[in-house]
């Protein structure tokens, strides 16, 4: 941390706050050039390292601070693709129940700043199944559906009926 409390990651989030693009692509070497410093060696090899989570991680405060989320990280090919989500999702709503789907279930979460297994503890279901879920296997049932609303809400999750 810096002598006015900012962390050695202030440059991405300047860098990426400066950006009016809703998608950003950094090499793993643009962002050390922005760091002036190499990155971690986990950031090159553990996935989990470019999580959007927003405890504990000051990479990834940096971001999300800066209004991006990683959408996809290339270990090998050393790239890392930010997105900036939108500010309103758009739901499907039949008999009363918000159809949530693979999208806006893995947006949902990546608001709250969860991982699948946080996210799973919050609703009381297996981590699997959030997985599942976020990869379009199976959608939730009606109750799930109904319970990811009500936690979507607490979290100020923006969403609109269509």
Known sequence: MSSQGESKYQPLLAHLSRSDRLQVTLTFAEIEALLGEKLPPSARSKRGWWSNRSAGALQATAWMRAGYLVATIDLSGEQVIFTKPPQVYRVQCIDDTLQWNSELIRALRLHMGLTQAD?????????????????????????????????AEKAAFRYEVY
């Open 119 to 151: 996210m799973a503890k919050e609703l009381g279901v297996r981590q699997q199944t959030v997985s599942e879920w976020e990869k379009g296997v199976y959608a939730p049932t009606r109750a799930s559906s109904k319970h990811l609303t009500l936690v």
